[in-house]
C-alpha cells in the first residue's frame, strides 16, 4: 500500500523561502506522478502542480508559477516542494498525492494522499 509523509510545514514571515518534502514508500516510487495541493480553511483543494511520473516533467498551476519548485529525488523516493516569496495567502495545508497516471490537475485524479502538512504565513 503506498503511504505517503509530508514534512516541513511551519510558520513563517512574508518574503520567506520554505522546502517541503514528500516521502513516499509502498510502491515504485517512479511509476508514480506527484503532485502538490493546497487547502486554505473553507475553500477547495487545488493543485499547486506536479512531476509526472519518472520525473520527465513538471507542471504547475497559476498558484505557485514563478515562485514554487517541485523536485523528485528517486533515490530517495521523495517529492519535494521549494517555496520562495511566501505570501500570507499562501498559507494552508499543503498535501502531497500520488498516483500512476499521467498527473491530471483535479484531487480526483490522485488515489493515494499524504496526511498533509500545516504553512502558515504572517507576519
Known amino acids: 500500500q503506498v503511504r505517503l509523509v509530508e514534512s516541513g510545514g511551519k510558520y513563517v514571515q512574508p518574503g520567506d523561502s520554505l522546502r517541503l518534502s514528500c516521502e513516499f514508500s509502498g510502491g515504485t516510487f517512479s511509476d508514480y506522478s506527484m503532485a502538490w495541493f493546497r487547502q486554505a480553511p473553507g475553500k477547495e483543494r487545488l493543485f499547486v502542480g506536479v512531476?509526472?511520473?519518472?520525473?520527465?516533467?513538471?507542471s504547475y498551476s497559476g498558484l505557485g508559477k514563478g515562485r514554487f519548485t517541485i523536485s523528485r529525488d528517486n533515490a530517495k523516493n521523495t517529492v519535494y516542494l521549494q517555496m520562495n516569496s511566501l505570501r500570507p495567502d499562501d498559507t494552508a495545508v499543503y498535501y502531497c498525492a500520488a498516483d500512476t497516471g499521467y498527473g491530471a490537475y483535479t484531487p480526483r485524479d490522485y488515489e493515494y494522499w499524504g496526511q498533509g502538512t500545516q504553512v502558515t504565513v504572517s507576519p
Open positions: 512531476s509526472r511520473f519518472g520525473g520527465s516533467a513538471t
